[in-house]
């Protein structure tokens, strides 16, 4: 009798320990699809808040006829430097895409993300290369885009 209780008894303890692992080993699946998943949303929301800088920094090009100093007048704490026949216009936000003022080396003022727009002058065209990145990531560009303008046509359709 005693032969045949240990029998069911080790039984007992092997089916336990396979249930235990196969809990186990599902609920490591799981925690790395909800990883994944989390990665993916944010990945989601920088996409979002970068189309929406992008598009807004694209229409205050086209509204201020590719005038950069303009620009600045738009949005608060954006900066403008020209650099030879270039000008470059940005852009700095934390980490929930909220503009803030321009950072200094010695500045306690934290970006994790910055949106540059690049305005050439190559004859009468005007182009810009917009580009949303993030600081912490050396990954592509949150974002990019490349719009044109002809600045003289624009003027002489307005009047």
Known sequence: MKNNASSRTG???MELIIAVLFFSLAGAICVQLFVQAHIISNKSVQLNHGILWAQNTAEAFYGCNG???KMTELFDNSSCQKTGD????CLYFDEDFNPVSQPLYYSSIHYYYVLTADIRRENDLLTCHIS???IDETEEPVYEIDISLFPDKEDAHEQ
């Open 67 to 69: 005038n950069a100093a």
């Open 11 to 13: 039984l007992f303890l």
């Open 132 to 134: 949303v990145e993030s």
């Open 86 to 89: 270039d000008t470059i216009f």
